[in-house]
Structure formats: structure tokens, C-alpha cells
Nanobody, 122 residues
Framework: QVELVESGGGLVQAGGSLRLSCTPS????????MGWYRQAPGKQRELVAT???????TYADSVKGRFTLSRDSAKNTVYLQMNSLKPEDTAVYLC????????????????WGRGTPVTVSS
């Protein structure tokens, strides 16, 4: 069973920065989309940013210009650089991948990480 392992969350003041990382526990051969969602208390889960296998990225309007998603293909890792953080960015950030094919040929419709909390104080 492969897992997506997130790291990098924490507590930061408004205007500060954090960098999240997501690494699968197994080698991913290919995927359709890989990226980040977030869920704040009492709110629905929402897309933050995602990258397609071809390299194109999609961002939520609320984070455009502040967050940058990048991918290290050799490490099978995606990063989310979050700058100019706001209190409304406070949420649990979850790594997600869909259409996953592992190096051993196993396939997964989608994978979710357990999440890493981000708290932005005002």
C-alpha cells in the first residue's frame, strides 16, 4: 500500500511563509494530477493547487500570486511554497494524486495524504 506523506506545516504569522512537501512512500510511475487541497474547520475541502503529468498547473483564485506548486520528478515529490500567508489560509493541507500508476504496475484511482496543519495568526 502506498501512502502520500506530507510535511512542512506549522504555525506562522500573517505575511510569513511555509513550504509543504509531499512524497509518496512508493515510486510513482505516472499520475494524472498531483497536488494540494485544504480543509478549514467547518468548511468543505477545496483545491489549492495541482499539477498535471505534462506539467501544467492549476491554482485556486484565492492563492494565485502567493502560492507556487513545483515538482521534483526524480524524487516523486511535490512542493507548495506558500508566501504572504493570511489567517484565512489556516487549514489542514492534504496531498492528493489521482490516476496513479506505481513502478510495480499497481494502480490507484486516487490517493490522499493524512494532512499537515497550517495555522496563520493575525
Amino acid at each position: 500500500q502506498v501512502e502520500l506523506v506530507e510535511s512542512g506545516g506549522g504555525l506562522v504569522q500573517a505575511g510569513g511563509s511555509l513550504r509543504l512537501s509531499c512524497t509518496p512512500s512508493g515510486r510513482i510511475f505516472s499520475f494524472n494530477d498531483m497536488g494540494w487541497y485544504r480543509q478549514a474547520p467547518g468548511k468543505q475541502r477545496e483545491l489549492v493547487a495541482t499539477v498535471r503529468l505534462g506539467g501544467s498547473t492549476t491554482y485556486a483564485d484565492s492563492v494565485k500570486g502567493r502560492f507556487t506548486l513545483s515538482r521534483d520528478s526524480a524524487k516523486n515529490t511535490v512542493y507548495l511554497q506558500m508566501n504572504s500567508l493570511k489567517p484565512e489560509d489556516t487549514a489542514v493541507y492534504l496531498c492528493h494524486a489521482d490516476g496513479v500508476v506505481l513502478g510495480n504496475g499497481d494502480r490507484y484511482f486516487e490517493l490522499w495524504g493524512r494532512g499537515t496543519p497550517v495555522t496563520v495568526s493575525s
